[in-house]
């Protein structure tokens, strides 16, 4: 059974850089595609990307290429790079697997909170 | 980016009766509509795919309906564990949107 961790500093200050590792387990990093997807009070739910096990990546526009998100084959950990960052980046960040045809997000792991401040 | 709209915003309900929930899309995503449910302190779990599909091991008392861009959710006999919060997300178009949610409270 697929697991999933998040992990990372709760606390980044305005203008620094946001960075999240999600341990896998149960599971290949490299044989699934990925998201990342936070939760604020103010935006409620909202994508951040994707990472296909091809390599292919894209992110959310709104985010003005702030975003990098890569895996770590050798650690088997999927990870976000935010840069920039204001409080409007305060939230919740959950990374997900990719499911199904439509490649929905299936399994979760339970979130980190990252406070901008 | 599309706009995902949820009416009501939160929804009593008494135990055993029957919840309807619905979700507007700003344009048509034709049936590329999932839900999640959310309980406190949880990530959200996939319920619904494809306007109408039930996802693995969720129960038949949860059903999906509509196309285009109208949408609900039908929970047909509510029980103690589906009071929760209840998101629409269309995937259609990149990027990927999510309303901004009903929660269903004990009546």
């Known amino acids: 059974q697929l697991q999933l961790q998040e992990s990372g500093p709760g606390l980044v200050k305005p203008s620094g850089t946001l960075s999240l590792t999600c341990t896998v387990s149960g599971g290949s990093v490299n044989t699934y595609n990925w998201s990342w997807i936070r939760q604020s009070p103010g935006k409620g739910l909202e994508w951040i990307g994707y990472?296909?096990?091809?390599?292919?990546?894209n992110h959310n526009p709104s985010l003005n290429s702030r975003v990098t998100i890569s895996v770590d084959t050798s650690k088997n950990q999927l990870s976000l790079t935010l840069n920039s960052v204001t409080t409007a980046d305060t939230a919740v960040y959950y990374c997900a697997s990719l499911g199904g045809l439509w490649q929905l997000p299936d399994i979760w792991g339970q979130g980190t909170i990252v406070i901008v401040s | 980016e599309i706009m995902m709209t949820q009416s009501p915003v939160t929804l009593s309900v008494s135990p055993g009766e029957r919840a309807t929930l619905s979700c507007r899309a700003s344009q048509s995503v034709s049936s590329d509509l999932a839900w999640f449910q959310q309980k406190p302190g949880q990530a959200p779990r996939l319920l619904i795919y494809g306007a109408s599909t039930r996802a693995t091991a969720i129960p038949a008392r949860f059903s999906g309906s509509g196309s285009g861009t109208e949408f609900t959710l039908t929970i047909s006999s509510l029980q103690s564990e589906d009071f929760a919060v209840y998101y629409c997300q269309q995937y259609n178009n990149w990027p990927r949107t999510f309303g901004h949610g009903t929660k269903v409270e004990i009546k």
């Open positions: 990472i296909f096990y091809t390599g292919s990546t």
